[in-house]
């Protein structure tokens, strides 16, 4: 055990004793904790404190102050390193990205890989942009292609495989170019909420795709097989399934490609082409990176930023962290050469909404938006400095030249990237401080606890400021919990309803002013959740992503309140019971399925499509929630073929008007082969199941307002049952810790 002399007891949050017990102590086999919070700092400090190089021995004078950073709780480094550090895995980051080819040799090579960094406790990002896409030729066996969303699914089955010691869940990001073939499909691929449950999903945005879309022009869809263009699809269109999708359900996000190169700082090395599940950290592949936040509402004293304090943090945190680097025991020997090749370190901010409430500025003002750019300018040029003084201390990182710091007259650096804005779910909770640079997810929530009892959660700055005021009562919180805000609450004074507002009292445009603000000083991205309430447009949401990418936002990711069908309300304990009683099922059930009742007029449209078999006239009909039935006419009048595409038509209807989806019933029918392989017409059409698909996916394709129906989600926390809520890119409940990406 360390010497490092307790500088004081830890006041930590119930919560946070909590969170500590489950996921980061010491167990023995039988599960009892074999160490107390304070052992837990100790032991982290105590391995990253080795990795300083002092007089040529291992062990430096750090031990000390960082044991009081973290027990102070004014920095806290990434749950791997909190876990792991001086334990036999020694696995201490969070963050990896793996290359994907197109071969089966890369693909399961990945998918071994992935599964050996998921059990070390890391998260994992791809593209899948060089896999050729769907029934396209291959070589090898004469046969063809199944595309990269196939090979997802093989992913997300080996990612909830694999437990990660029953610490951290395996989460993936995969990201697909707008330009791939398939990247249609790829946008819907999460329409069934039931498939990629281990993935989040973003499309790998260009400027060239954005600026088609503002100009309302078509783009180039590449064969990443052969780099040739294989057809031209309309940007707005697609742009408007991306809306559409991300409206309904909250994905895919969107990573603008070409911004993230721009700020690449080792082009020479590689090209980004993936990040991190959160999206907040662009890596090369074998990359990782290890990340820490700063928890900003430790840097105020009596309405005051204390900047010398921040300054210090800002640099301790920094050597930490490169520290971190070395202490690491990597899970492949490919990643422990490009981390200590490329030294990235991710430093960020936590307990920013807190930050502003105490300095009385809301969240939703100019003045935050301004506070907000400054602090970041100041934490990222003080690590920057540090980064240069550990330079001279220890080196550059070692592909420094030809990295963009390698100019005439610069200053080496130790490390290729410093700052990042990472979610903070967990962490946040052991800090006992708002995540991230989120607004409050909530000032009051009710909490189930055993024997379905509820337990109301109060903001500690809000409760505090109550009680001093003398507002505080019992009944005033649960109207709180129950309304989810306290703005039309007139028991609250008006200037603590002004600056106590949380993650929907604000605008759209506000969580995406405030993500540029922090992206303009940081030297990754920003992990952020743009909220929007249920009766949000599309047009909302498509003004959003457009807002972000004219502020310099390096990507973005919305959820619209209530879109997931089993959401557990964050909120407003009243809602779920009444939502049982007018089901009269369990919340995590979801609602029979009944058939459609055929009105006596529908709208439609009719495709011809070249068939072995000679013409075959498809008709798909509407109504007015979406596409309710399918006609099949041969153009050579009765026979086996006519009989069947018949079939096919009832069939197609009935699934339909039941509430399946348009994609499912492509995915079953297209590529059927009982004609040549080359298939028929300008389609090339293999049989008439491939016809009825085709025409299913032009007739989508020509339909901007294409309806979208979802399949349940889950709901309540897995862990506690209690309140999630989305921020920071993921879903996280603050009643024990858990999260969707961790």
Same mark, same amino acid.
């Given at each position: ?126 593209? *899948? ?30 990612? %909830? ?9 395996? !989460?993936?990001?995969? &990201?697909?170019?707008? @330009? ?42 590449? +064969? ?83 900047? @010398? ?16 680097? $070395? ?8 990643? @422990? $050469?490009?981390?200590? =090749? ?17 300095? %009385? &500025? ?15 300018? *100041? ?17 550059? *990182? ?16 130790? +490390?290729?990237? #410093? ?42 700055? *809000? $409760? ?31 200037? &603590? ?19 540029? =603000? ?6 990754? !991205?920003?992990?952020?959740?743009? +909220? ?6 599309? $047009? ?72 072995? #078999? ?6 798909? /009909? ?17 026979? #086996?073929? !006519?009989?069947? #595409? ?15 989806? =348009? ?31 085709? =025409? ?15 399949? /349940? /989600? ?12 989305? %921020? ?15």
């Amino acid at each position: 055990m360390s010497k490092a002399k307790a500088v004081k007891s830890l006041k930590l949050s119930k919560n946070a004793m909590t969170v500590l017990a489950k996921r980061y102590l010491k167990r023995d086999s039988q599960g009892n904790t074999l160490e107390t919070p304070e052992e837990m700092f100790h032991r982290v400090a105590q391995t990253i404190d080795s990795s300083e190089p002092t007089a040529g021995k291992k062990g430096g004078n750090f031990e000390q102050q960082y044991y009081q950073m973290m027990t102070d709780l004014n920095f806290l480094p990434n749950s791997p390193t909190l876990m792991n550090a001086g334990r036999e895995l020694g696995q201490l980051s969070a963050c990896f990205v793996l290359p994907v080819g197109d071969s089966m040799e890369s693909i399961f090579e990945a998918i071994k890989n992935t599964a050996l960094i998921h059990k070390s406790g890391g998260g994992t990002g791809f593209s *899948f942009s060089r896999i050729r896409p769907a029934n396209d030729e291959v070589c090898s066996t004469s046969g063809v292609s199944s595309g990269p969303i196939s090979f997802m699914r093989v992913f997300d089955a080996a990612t %909830e495989t694999i437990k990660q010691g029953g610490t951290r869940r395996g !989460a993936n990001m995969g &990201i697909l170019r707008v @330009d791939h073939p398939d990247i249609m499909d790829f946008i819907m691929a999460k329409r069934d909420l039931t498939i990629l449950t281990n993935f989040n999903i973003s499309v790998g945005v260009t400027e060239a795709f954005m600026d088609a879309v503002e100009k309302g022009h078509d783009y180039d869809i590449v +064969n990443p097989r052969d780099g040739q263009i294989v057809k031209q699809l309309n940007a707005t269109k697609v742009f408007t399934k991306i809306i559409d999708m991300a409206w309904a359900n909250g994905e895919p996000g969107i990573v603008f490609l070409d911004r993230l190169n721009r700020d690449n700082p080792t082009p020479h090395i590689g090209e980004y082409e993936s990040t991190n599940p959160c999206g907040e950290q662009p890596l090369l592949p074998y990359e990782s990176c290890n990340l820490g936040s700063i928890n900003l509402a430790n840097m105020v004293d009596d309405g005051d930023v204390v900047w @010398d304090k921040l300054e210090k943090t800002v640099k301790l945190s920094t050597r930490f962290l490169d520290n971190v680097i $070395e202490a690491n025991k990597y899970p492949l020997p490919e990643i @422990d $050469e490009m981390t200590k =090749a490329n030294r990235k370190i991710g430093l960020g901010v936590m307990g920013w909404a807190d930050m502003l409430i105490m300095l %009385e &500025i809301p969240y939703n003002s100019q003045d935050a938006i301004d506070l907000g750019e400054k602090v970041m300018r *100041f934490v990222n040029e003080k690590s920057h400095e540090e980064s240069i003084l550990l330079a001279k201390e220890r080196g550059a *990182f070692p592909n420094f030249k030809g990295s963009f710091y390698d100019k005439p007259g610069g200053s080496q650096i130790r +490390n290729s990237t #410093c700052t990042t804005i990472a979610p903070t779910g967990t962490i946040s909770i052991i800090a006992n401080c708002s995540s991230g640079v989120e607004p409050l997810f909530a000032v009051s929530y009710i909490r189930q606890v055993l024997d379905n009892n509820k337990l109301i959660e109060v903001h500690p700055l *809000f $409760e505090s400021i109550a009680k001093r005021r003398g507002f505080y009562t019992e009944e005033l919180m649960q109207e709180i919990a129950e309304k989810g805000t306290v703005q039309n609450i007139d028991a609250v004074p008006a200037d &603590i309803r002004r600056i106590f507002v949380t993650s929907h009292d604000i605008t759209p445009k506000d969580h995406v002013l405030m993500q540029a =603000a922090f992206q303009k000083h940081t030297d990754n !991205a920003v992990s952020k959740t743009v +909220n929007f309430c249920s009766d949000a447009t599309r $047009e909302d949401v498509a003004t959003v992503y457009r807002l972000a990418y004219k502020e310099g936002c390096k990507g973005v990711t919305i959820y619209r309140d209530g879109s997931r069908d089993q959401q557990v309300l964050s909120v407003g304990g009243k809602a779920d019971d009444e939502r049982k009683t007018e089901t009269n099922l369990p919340m995590e059930s979801k609602k029979p399925t009944r058939k459609r009742e055929r009105p006596r007029a529908l709208t439609g449209s009719t495709y011809q499509m070249e068939t072995g #078999c000679g013409p075959l006239y498809i008709t798909i /009909n509407e109504d007015e929630n979406g596409l309710f039935e399918l006609f099949t006419t041969m153009g050579k009048a009765g026979g #086996c073929a !006519a009989s069947q #595409c018949e079939a096919i038509g009832r069939l197609v209807s009935l699934a339909w008007r039941s509430g399946g989806q =348009a994609r499912q019933t492509v995915k079953q029918l297209i590529g059927i082969t009982c004609h040549k392989p080359a298939g028929f017409g300008k389609n090339k059409i293999t049989s008439c199941a491939d016809a009825v698909a085709k =025409a299913i996916e032009l007739h989508m394709l020509n339909d901007e307002e294409d309806p979208t129906q979802f399949t /349940n /989600n889950g709901g309540a926390c897995p862990d506690c049952g209690g309140p999630v809520e989305h %921020e920071g890119g993921c879903c996280v409940c603050h009643a024990c810790g858990y999260s969707e990406c961790a």
